[in-house]
């Protein structure tokens, strides 16, 4: 899926995230390791009301840098498009959200 190629560096992510924003079907990255955390049903009620799906990375996960900057690109978009209302209903596992709340 995502980052298939890490031959380009991080700086595809971006790039990435504006592409699957562009067809409407961005990603709120997820590093799960061996024992993934599953929220469901809430998870597929907020992916379809702020229209984002969530995707969970095993134990072998791009860089952390590449997702970051991924995750970054689509909060940036999620706020442009609903305000904060999203940030409290998604997943507190989301990579990078913690820091990213702090800074915004």
């Known amino acids: 899926m995502l980052f298939a190629s890490m031959v380009a560096g991080c700086g595809v992510a971006d790039s990435l995230a ?3 924003i ?5 990603f709120l990255l997820l590093a ?3 024992a993934p955390v599953a929220y469901m049903p809430t998870d597929a009620v907020i992916e ?29 978009y999620l706020t442009s498009k609903y305000g ?13 959200l913690k820091d990213w709340k702090k800074a915004h």
């Open 18 to 20: 504006q592409m699957d």
């Open 22 to 26: 562009a067809k409407q079907r961005p």
């Open 32 to 34: 799960g390791g061996i």
């Open 48 to 76: 379809q009301k702020f229209q984002f799906h969530y995707y969970e990375y095993g134990c072998s996960a791009p860089d952390e840098a590449c997702i970051l900057g991924y995750n970054q690109r689509v909060f940036d």
């Open 84 to 96: 904060k209302k999203w940030v409290k209903a998604v997943r507190p596992d989301v990579v990078g």
